[in-house]
């Protein structure tokens, strides 16, 4: 079965940093864009940015751009999400994704299960 996992989340201070991983199993989607979204409770789902397929172009939103970043290992199929200087506004479900687009998340279509991220102030 192919599958997009999460990793990472956990609970960390405001100003801490946390890397997520997201990491395909059962095919390698080397050939799709990754990208990384989050939903806090009650709110809609927010797109923050992503990475094409080849890893060479990135796309950060404006809400997460100079804080978070996004990698990709092609060996162990994993894309990564590294967020510094979180704040508690950070704190959501995070969910990887593959895609085509980089800047359009409605290109978007094959979701993870999520990881928790907690930001205490």
């Known amino acids: 079965q192919v599958q997009l996992v999460e990793s990472g989340g956990g609970l960390v201070q405001a100003g801490g940093s946390l890397t997520l991983s997201c990491t395909a199993s059962?095919?390698?989607?080397?050939?799709?864009?990754r990208g990384w979204f989050r939903q806090a409770p009650g709110k809609e789902r927010e797109f923050l940015g992503a990475i094409d397929w080849n890893g060479r172009m990135t796309h950060y939103e404006d809400s997460v751009k100079g804080r978070f970043a996004i990698s990709r290992d092609y060996a162990k199929n994993t894309v990564y999400l590294q967020m510094n200087s979180l704040k508690p506004e950070d704190t959501a479900v995070y969910y990887c994704?593959?895609?085509?687009?980089?800047?359009?998340?409605?290109?978007?279509?094959?979701w993870g299960q999520g990881t928790q991220v907690t930001v205490s102030s």
């Open positions: 059962g095919g390698t989607f080397s050939a799709y864009a």
């Open positions: 994704a593959a895609g085509v687009s980089i800047t359009n998340p409605a290109d978007f279509g094959f």
